[in-house]
């Protein structure tokens, strides 16, 4: 079920959203960006979202909580007391389980003071059933989103994000969230910046980069060495395409180094040998793209960036980005894998190099061909920051045919995110 259509570009809404007009359409265009909280985690969440401190928290008991934040905080009993406006005796008895707190006004304060998740303690209402139901099925929207992106419906996995997110994000500025609730949160991030990385034009791309890197921040406080070098992966690379180099370099070679399975390190390869190509760096693109091959040809892992398809657009688009332009066409002549495409959006982004590796062979009529494929598909697929790279490619070759179709639909795209005014 959905929440209907956007009135600016008729996309189906979430069932979550509050506002007529999605949020793709907030962060593409000119329109003031959708209410999300401004205030920054509290230290409680971070304080909480210790491997130790789930622990802790998964018990419910009052008395193994007390005595644990404590000791994260290096508190004497008489400190807390005096925080919890308590008398010492009184929090001594708490944690010796020699008083049990069963009244909910109690509880409520007591959560309150340490940050804790109200329901950590059994106090719940309302919200906070609608919020447990809502991170029941948060997993599931997360994946979806992921599905629909590689898909070809980025901007679904935006408008399906984002609320979730924008809940997610004001529980823990509120301090009532824990480890589950962290995880799933910088999952969300990572997912929401990656979305909005594939369909904002290049002028905003930095408001895709913000997000993954609110999800590494979250990624490097959890501990978890999986979701780290995810979170590391994708915020390099949507700094590659915000023009930070050497910021996206510095991240994907952590990533490199980060990632302990076959296809995470793949893909970590793999984005590391885009960005050296984009960087003008032959040598850091040779190690790199030939640490993405070895894993590649060693094993039968596959993944949207980890596939024969995607090997060669990279090594295509690395020989032309470091000065090897007569390489990269006899690769594009004589190396032609076995494979399609794992997302639309991999053709598009194929053509687009394919139309460049055709000018430098100076096949003029094969590129504007494979140039115009790439403009009405990025059309179709709402994807502007292809468009702008058909347009540079065509306005380098002097395609002046091509550029004046694609600054066309550009503008399509921009009219076609402007609210209606009946």
Not at 31 to 38: L, S, V, W
Not at 283 to 307: E, H, P, Q, T, V
């Amino acid at each position: 079920m959905t929440g209907g259509r956007c009135e600016a570009c008729g996309a189906e809404l979430s069932r979550l959203a509050i506002e007529p007009i999605c949020p793709t359409c907030h962060a593409s265009a000119r329109h003031a960006p959708p209410a999300m909280p401004a205030r920054p985690l509290t230290p409680a969440v971070w304080l909480w979202s210790a491997p130790e401190a789930a622990t802790a928290l998964r018990s419910r008991d009052l008395a193994t909580i007390l005595r644990l934040y404590r000791r994260l905080n290096q508190l004497s009993q008489e400190r807390l007391a005096t925080l919890l406006d308590y008398d010492k005796t009184y929090v001594s008895m708490i944690e010796t389980g020699r008083r049990t707190i069963s009244d909910v006004a109690t509880r409520r304060h007591i959560a309150r003071v340490l940050g804790l998740p109200m329901h950590v303690l059994g106090v719940t209402d309302n919200d906070d059933a609608d919020f447990a139901a809502m991170i029941q099925f948060g997993d599931s929207t997360i994946r979806l989103a992921e599905i629909a992106r590689q898909a070809g419906r980025a901007v679904d996995a935006v408008n399906e994000l984002w609320p979730l997110v924008a809940r997610l994000e004001a529980r823990a500025a509120e301090g009532r969230a824990e480890r589950d609730t962290l995880i799933l949160l910088g999952q969300g991030r990572a997912a929401l910046g990656v979305s909005l990385g594939t369909v904002l034009p290049e002028e905003r791309l930095s408001a895709a980069a913000r997000w993954t890197g609110k999800a590494l921040a979250v990624a490097e406080r959890l501990g978890d060495s999986t979701f780290l070098a995810h979170a590391l992966r994708m915020h390099g690379n949507e700094l590659r395409k915000a023009d930070h180099i050497g910021a996206a370099v510095a991240r994907l070679g952590r990533a490199v180094a980060t990632s302990d399975d076959q296809e995470g390190r793949g893909t970590a390869f793999a984005l590391l040998a885009r960005a050296a190509g984009e960087q003008g760096n032959p040598d850091l693109f040779d190690r790199a793209i030939s640490g993405y091959r070895d894993l590649l040809d060693s094993g039968n892992a596959r993944g949207m960036l980890f596939n024969p398809f995607t090997f060669r657009e990279i090594q295509l688009r690395g020989l032309i980005s470091t000065g090897r332009a007569a390489e990269a066409v006899r690769v594009m002549q004589t190396d032609q894998p076995n494979a399609v495409p794992v997302a639309p959006q991999w053709h598009i982004i194929e053509r687009v190099t394919a139309g460049q590796v055709l000018l430098a062979a100076r096949q003029r009529d094969g590129a504007a061909d494979a140039l115009r494929a790439a403009l009405i598909a990025s059309e179709t697929h709402r994807l502007p920051h292809q468009i702008q790279r058909t347009i540079r490619a065509a306005d380098d070759a002097g395609l002046a045919e091509i550029s004046a179709d694609g600054r066309a639909a550009l503008q399509r795209l921009n009219d076609q995110l402007a609210p209606s005014r009946g």
